[in-house]
Structure formats: structure tokens, C-alpha cells
């Protein structure tokens, strides 16, 4: 059978990989950074489905994973939303979920290179998993961090204010730590905690009062920026999955399921080719795949998140949401 080589030990990297082993395939995964890492992240993930995750054979990783069924919303002080999911979005961290795959696709029998950078090119045989950033000229800032000693309010959080958003993710059973995850239009600020120094200038003091009333783990603290939402750019040739294809806004929760999707996607044009088809052909029917599942459910986010950007979008949503004419659930089904 052939090599297939993946660029990038992401969550869409190593469930692809993991996916081929178990298929027969030799794989070798090569992986920019190292093991375990905290990663930009809202650290739950909304729509996969137990099928997605058990074609790729990663379902077992999920079995002590949190569940969370509630979600409520915030615009500035003013909560506007309190709603059952119709689905619960699982939680685990990704210090433990990305070395939990890590630790599979090795015990798979695949080979994984870490600190290793992979120049980007269309070459056959290489799938390119290597995610996010690299846009100079994008306007957004991502940031994480987790905090110990915050009441939590029920459910995963969400707040949104002049400039950004942030989600609130307990990431534990007894709801002691929790994940603060946001995107923010980029300023300049410089600040000990940006996080919080963030909120301030996005109008969200109250959220920022809580936070500073617990405590930050220091060691969680990432950024990320160079972030461009939609269809990335593409490179002639490249075969290329999760979010170097393309990034779904992040307040849906759903980029950690489109990259098992897209890995899902991948899985059997890449064990056709291990075993001889035309490496093209793979390519142009994986291309085919991700763009009808995912085509209309990142144009609907993209525009949602247009909306809520804007204080006139914030404040229809807040009327619809209160006046209980927001089709939540609806919304909801359409990032599964
Ligand atoms: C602010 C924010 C909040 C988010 N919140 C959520 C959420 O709550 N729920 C959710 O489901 N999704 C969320 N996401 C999205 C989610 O994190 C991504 O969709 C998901 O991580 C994509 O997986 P991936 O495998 O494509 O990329 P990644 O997980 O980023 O993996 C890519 C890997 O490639 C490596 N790499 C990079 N360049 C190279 C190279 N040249 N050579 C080799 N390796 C390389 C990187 O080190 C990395 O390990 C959020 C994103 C942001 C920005």
C-alpha cells in the first residue's frame, strides 16, 4: 500500500490518520509543534455525531467526555437567551484531547514527527491538516485561558459585546476550572491580563469583574491571530482538510466537529489511493465531499456572524431572542 504523508497533528491530522491505520494504511503524521499544548479553543464541540466519530474509530477518546445540554447568552449585561440544546455539545480540553489522539494514532501503529514544519506545496500522496492563521492583513485576534474560582452561571456562556465575543466552558465535573475562549477585532492593548483588558474595551465589564475575581492559570494564556473565517486560500494541487480548508466562526462550536467531518470525508478516496487510484481523482472527490456538507452551513454562520457584529444586528437578536422568534433550534440543527 502507499505512504500517505499529513501535515499537521491537529484533531483533523491525527483522526485522519487514525482513520487510515485502523484501515491498513502506513501513515506518517508530521506535527509543526509538540505534545500536550493548549490551543485557541471554546473547548466544546457542537454537532458531531457518534457515527462521524466511530467511522473514524476515535469514539472511545469521548467516553469520559463533559456533556453539556444548556446554553445561555449574554449581550452586554442583559442576558437574552436560556435554551436547552437539542443535542449536548461534548467538553474536554484540548491539552487532553489532542494528546488522547496523539496517543492513539501511535498505538495504531502511526508514525508521528513532531517539531517538524511541512512547506506547503500541492505534491501527491501529502494531505494538508496544518489549521489556521497566516493572514497578515486579518482584523480578528483569538484568546484562551483558564480560570479557577469563577462562579459559573449554568451551561456554556456566551457573551457578546462591542467588538467580540466570548464563550465560558466549565472543564471540569465540579465546575472549578473553566475555559474562557474569545474572538476579538484586533486593538492595541497592552495590559497583564489581555483577556480581561479585552472585555473592557468590548463594553463587557461585568464579565470582566468575574473573571478578575478568580484566577487565571498563567500557563493556558494563548493567542492567536492572522485568523481569516470562510474558505482559506488554496494551493493548486493541495488536498486539504479542517480548518486550512476552511473556518466556521467559532461561536457556533462546530470547527472540532468539521474537522472530524472532513476527516470522515477524506477516509475512503485515501485508502483508495494507498491501494492505487489516481491521486487527483482522490483529491477532486474529497474536494467534492467537504464542499456539499459544509458549503451552506459556514455561509449561514459566516452571515450570522456579520449580524451580531454589528450593535443594530445585537440588538435585533436580542428583541428575537426575548420575543422567543429566534429559531434557536433550527440555527442549532444547521451546525450538526
Ligand atoms: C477563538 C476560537 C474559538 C474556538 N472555539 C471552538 C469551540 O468551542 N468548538 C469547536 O468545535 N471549535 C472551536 N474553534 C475551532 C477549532 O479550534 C478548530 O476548528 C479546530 O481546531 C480545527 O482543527 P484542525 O485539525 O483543522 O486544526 P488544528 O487543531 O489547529 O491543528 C493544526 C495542526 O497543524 C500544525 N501545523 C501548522 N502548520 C504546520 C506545518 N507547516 N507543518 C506541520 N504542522 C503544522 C499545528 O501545530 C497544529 O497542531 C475555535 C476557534 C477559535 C479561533
Known amino acids: 500500500m502507499r505512504e500517505i504523508e499529513i501535515a499537521g497533528g491537529g484533531l483533523a491530522g491525527l483522526s485522519l490518520g487514525i482513520g487510515l491505520r485502523k484501515r491498513g494504511v502506513p501513515v506518517l503524521v508530521r506535527e509543526a509543534g509538540a505534545y500536550p499544548?493548549?490551543?485557541v479553543c471554546g473547548e466544546f464541540i457542537n454537532g458531531v455525531t457518534s457515527e462521524t466519530l466511530e467511522v473514524l474509530g476515535i469514539l472511545g477518546i469521548f467516553k469520559n467526555a463533559l456533556q453539556h445540554s444548556r446554553?445561555?447568552?449574554w449581550i452586554h449585561q442583559r442576558e437574552v437567551l436560556d435554551i436547552k440544546m437539542t443535542r449536548p455539545a461534548l467538553g474536554m480540553t484540548r491539552w487532553e484531547m489532542d494528546v488522547a489522539l496523539k496517543d492513539l494514532f501511535m498505538a495504531e501503529g502511526g508514525e508521528l514527527r513532531t517539531r517538524d514544519r511541512v512547506v506547503r506545496e500541492g505534491r501527491e500522496g501529502l494531505v494538508w491538516a496544518a489549521g489556521r492563521g497566516g493572514q497578515k492583513e486579518s482584523t480578528w485576534l483569538g484568546l484562551k485561558g483558564h480560570f479557577q474560582g469563577v462562579p459559573l452561571r449554568g451551561g456554556l456562556e456566551m457573551h457578546l459585546g462591542?467588538?467580540?465575543y466570548v464563550g465560558l466552558t466549565p472543564i471540569t465535573k465540579d465546575g472549578n476550572w473553566l475555559n474562557v475562549c474569545a474572538l476579538f477585532k484586533k486593538r492595541t492593548l497592552r495590559a497583564e491580563n489581555l483577556i480581561t483588558a479585552y472585555l473592557r474595551a468590548c463594553a463587557l465589564d461585568d464579565l470582566a469583574d468575574r473573571l478578575e475575581a478568580g484566577e487565571l492559570k498563567r500557563s493556558s494564556l494563548t493567542g492567536v491571530s492572522g485568523l481569516q473565517l470562510g474558505v482559506q486560500g488554496g494551493t493548486a494541487g493541495l488536498c486539504s482538510l479542517g480548518d486550512a480548508e476552511?473556518?466556521?466562526p467559532p461561536f457556533t462550536g462546530n470547527?472540532?466537529?468539521?474537522?472530524?467531518?472532513a476527516a470522515e470525508c477524506a477516509l475512503q478516496p485515501l485508502v483508495d489511493y494507498a491501494q492505487g487510484r489516481e491521486w487527483s481523482e482522490c483529491c477532486a472527490e474529497v474536494a467534492d465531499a467537504i464542499e456539499s456538507r459544509f458549503q451552506k452551513r459556514v455561509a449561514l454562520a459566516l452571515r450570522l456572524q456579520r449580524f451580531i457584529e454589528t450593535a443594530g444586528g445585537r440588538r435585533m437578536l436580542s428583541l428575537a431572542a426575548r420575543s422567543g422568534?429566534?429559531?434557536f433550534h433550527w440555527l442549532h440543527r444547521q451546525f450538526s
Open 37 to 39: 499544548r493548549h490551543k
Open 255 to 261: 470547527g472540532m466537529s468539521m474537522a472530524f467531518e
Open 162 to 164: 462591542d467588538g467580540g
Open 71 to 73: 446554553t445561555r447568552w
Open 246 to 248: 476552511r473556518m466556521i
Open 325 to 327: 422568534l429566534l429559531p
